[in-house]
């Protein structure tokens, strides 16, 4: 069992990575051998459409002595409807080449600096390309990766992501600000809590598709993957992609062949949490796919279809919060300690 606990933070270290970040997210990731609502049932955005301030972020306090395990009911379904708010109904669409998506990279990584995590920023360059029939340009993008104090990458451990980019179009609240959000309510509530591995979040940039190809999308996850050394590699114990979880009555648990271990661990998480599933297999369109195809333990959370995909209407409200929480509750209870 190892505790994943939550270091405070000064003003200078978050201040510094916002400027890294707005500076164009240059900072490589070291290289390895190479008021609190309750769940609601929509995530509303602003009512006259402007840009408005963002919330302010509670300073999480932690206490040396607190090594509680991680349970499912520890993540807080506002954190994710917050992030929901933030990214897609104040930043708006992320092409991943863009100064929104370094915004958004910046915000991140200030919330996860402020819950203790050591994060640094992974440079990923992405062609130029069609992405859902808009022309997007050759550019760099970056993935956003938050490790536990003292962690050790040669060690076992386990990954969650989510991607933080978007189609042109699209302000991506579902798809997938959702799947960002519910990572940092599992982030927030993993940080002073014991987890039964060390966990890396981390979101990744150019997930959406550049080409018709399968080589044509996913480059932060294919970038992350590729910047690990043998044991590195050996060190992952499984990787959960969060991709478009906010939809829906039922979470969508989905492996990229018929059915693997991965799978059957988070719909057994899931049961412990109380939380109704479906399992899907085939899944090869999300983060995970990237970890998988080179051999490594992944699955996916999320799926489910809906009106705004890919579009102008993906906007906070399409999003439910319940939704959310029992995501996040499938996340944790499958981190827990057991």
Same mark, same amino acid.
């Given at each position: 069992?190892?505790?994943?606990?939550?270091?405070?933070?000064?003003?200078?270290?978050?201040?510094?990575?916002?400027?890294?970040?707005?500076?164009?997210?240059?900072?490589?990731?070291?290289?390895?051998?190479?008021?609190?609502?309750?769940?609601?049932?929509?995530?509303?955005?602003?009512? *006259?459409?402007?840009?408005?301030?963002?919330?302010?972020?509670?300073?999480?306090?932690?206490?040396?002595?607190?090594?509680?395990?991680?349970?499912?009911? *520890?993540?807080?379904?506002?954190?994710?409807?917050?992030?929901?708010?933030?990214?897609?109904?104040?930043?708006?669409?992320?092409? &991943?080449?863009?100064?929104?998506?370094? /915004?958004? +990279?910046?915000? @991140?990584?200030?919330?996860?600096?402020?819950?203790?995590?050591?994060?640094?920023?992974?440079? @990923?360059?992405?062609?130029?390309?069609?992405?859902?029939?808009?022309?997007?340009?050759?550019?760099?993008? &970056?993935?956003? %990766?938050?490790? #536990?104090?003292?962690? *050790?990458?040669? $060690?076992?451990?386990?990954?969650?992501? +989510?991607?933080?980019?978007?189609?042109?179009?699209?302000?991506?609240?579902?798809?997938?600000?959702?799947?960002?959000?519910?990572?940092?309510?599992?982030?927030?509530?993993?940080?002073?809590?014991?987890?039964?591995? #060390?966990?890396?979040?981390?979101?990744?940039? +150019? $997930?959406?598709?550049?080409?018709?190809?399968?080589?044509?999308?996913?480059?932060?996850?294919?970038?992350? !993957?590729?910047?690990?050394?043998?044991?590195? /590699?050996?060190? !992952?114990?499984?990787? !959960?992609?969060?991709?478009?979880?906010?939809?829906?009555?039922? !979470? #969508? %648990?989905?492996?990229?062949?018929?059915?693997?271990? =991965?799978?059957?661990?988070?719909?057994?998480?899931?049961?412990?949490?109380?939380?109704?599933? =479906?399992?899907?297999?085939?899944?090869?369109?999300? *983060?995970?796919?990237?970890?998988?195809?080179?051999?490594?333990?992944?699955?996916?959370?999320?799926?489910? #279809?809906?009106?705004?995909?890919?579009?102008?209407?993906? @906007?906070?409200? =399409?999003?439910?919060?319940?939704?959310?929480?029992?995501?996040? /509750?499938?996340?944790?209870?499958?981190?827990?300690?057991?």
């Amino acid at each position: 069992m190892t505790t994943g606990r939550g270091r405070r933070r000064g003003a200078a270290a978050s201040a510094a990575v916002a400027l890294l970040v707005l500076g164009g997210c240059s900072t490589e990731r070291p290289e390895r051998d190479a008021s609190v609502a309750p769940p609601r049932e929509s995530v509303e955005d602003p009512a *006259d459409g402007r840009e408005e301030p963002a919330e302010p972020s509670p300073t999480v306090e932690t206490s040396p002595e607190r090594v509680e395990p991680l349970s499912a009911g *520890d993540v807080d379904p506002a954190t994710a409807a917050r992030a929901v708010r933030h990214l897609a109904g104040r930043i708006g669409p992320r092409e &991943a080449t863009g100064a929104a998506y370094d /915004r958004a +990279a910046g915000w @991140v990584a200030g919330e996860l600096t402020r819950l203790g995590y050591d994060v640094t920023h992974q440079r @990923v360059d992405v062609p130029a390309g069609e992405s859902w029939g808009v022309p997007v340009p050759a550019g760099r993008s &970056a993935n956003v %990766v938050a490790t #536990p104090a003292g962690f *050790d990458p040669a $060690e076992p451990h386990l990954v969650v992501g +989510a991607h933080l980019d978007t189609v042109p179009q699209a302000p991506g609240a579902e798809d997938n600000a959702s799947g960002v959000g519910v990572m940092l309510a599992v982030a927030e509530a993993a940080a002073d809590r014991a987890t039964r591995l #060390p966990t890396v979040f981390v979101a990744f940039g +150019a $997930e959406e598709p550049r080409g018709p190809g399968d080589d044509d999308h996913h480059y932060g996850s294919r970038r992350y !993957v590729a910047a690990m050394g043998p044991a590195e /590699r050996r060190a !992952v114990r499984a990787m !959960v992609s969060l991709d478009r979880v906010g939809v829906g009555a039922r !979470v #969508p %648990v989905g492996s990229a062949g018929d059915s693997d271990a =991965v799978q059957r661990a988070l719909l057994a998480a899931a049961r412990r949490a109380g939380v109704a599933t =479906v399992a899907e297999g085939g899944q090869r369109s999300s *983060d995970h796919w990237s970890f998988v195809r080179a051999g490594l333990p992944g699955a996916r959370l999320g799926s489910t #279809p809906y009106a705004g995909y890919h579009s102008a209407g993906d @906007v906070p409200a =399409v999003v439910s919060a319940a939704q959310l929480e029992r995501v996040g /509750r499938t996340v944790a209870a499958w981190l827990a300690p057991r």
